[in-house]
T-cell receptor, first 112, second 108 residues
Framework: DAGVTQSPTHLIKTRGQQVTLRCSPK?????VSWYQQALGQGPQFIFQYYEEEERQRGNFPDRFSGHQFPNYSSELNVNALLLGDSALYLC???????????FGQGTRLTVV | DAKTTQPTSMDCAEGRAANLPCNHSTISGNEYVYWYRQIHSQGPQYIIH???NNETNEMASLIITEDRKSSTLILPHATLRDTAVYYCIVRFDYKLSFGAGTTVTVRA
């Protein structure tokens, strides 16, 4: 049983560019959440998708947007990249609230 | 979400039990206590969660005090592979709010 898979694993972008990160949830899971983890800090919640809709959002600007597809996979898009967007981006999937969320290995984004 | 307080770091001897404390004095009645760990450069790994009762699984035990203001994660026989950052999280809604966690180093 494949767990949560994310692609790509590493990415280098230039300031001002746009980036799309992808996530496939664990089999049977219908909810996908995205987190940003800066170096030396804990992960910070960006948003969560359920039934192809954004269900909850953290304190991130509108430059961060997402999408969930009918097969429950998800994308995270970041526009107008800033140097401060350099981080590990984590995707987590779950089946419902108050159940454990399973995390992928993350995408390491470097903005230069 | 209720705030949690954990020690910044702790050491543990291999083969011994590791007891990780967490204070959550402002926890509400419908908030769960979750524990995750993160081994360097990997995604966080779910360990255990509970509401009121003590819980045990193949990885660890979770002891929640009767007033629910604190909890302890117990790793019964720590190994070198248990070296990681451990996060105690109080969860009400859909998101997980990670703090700084406790860096646990298991020494041979």
């Amino acid at each position: 049983d494949a767990g949560v898979t994310q692609s790509p694993t590493h990415l280098i972008k230039t300031r001002g560019q746009q980036v799309t990160l992808r996530c496939s949830p664990k089999s049977g899971h219908d909810t996908v959440s995205w987190y940003q983890q800066a170096l030396g800090q804990g992960p910070q919640f960006i948003f969560q998708y359920y039934e192809e809709e954004e269900r909850q959002r953290g304190n991130f600007p509108d430059r961060f947007s997402g999408h969930q597809f009918p097969n429950y996979s998800s994308e995270l898009n970041v526009n107008a990249l800033l140097l401060g967007d350099s981080a590990l981006y984590l995707c987590a999937s779950s089946l419902a609230a108050h159940t454990e969320a399973f995390f992928g290995q993350g995408t390491r984004l470097t903005v230069v | 979400d209720a705030k949690t307080t954990q020690p910044t770091s702790m050491d543990c001897a291999e083969g011994r039990a590791a007891n990780l404390p967490c204070n959550h004095s402002t926890i509400s009645g419908n908030e769960y206590v979750y524990w995750y760990r993160q081994i360097h450069s990997q995604g966080p790994q779910y360990i255990i969660h509970g509401l009121k009762n003590n819980e045990t699984n193949e990885m660890a035990s979770l002891i929640i005090t009767e007033d629910r203001k604190s909890s302890t994660l117990i790793l019964p026989h720590a190994t070198l592979r248990d070296t990681a950052v451990y996060y105690c999280i109080v969860r009400f809604d859909y998101k997980l709010s990670f703090g700084a966690g406790t860096t646990v180093t298991v020494r041979a």
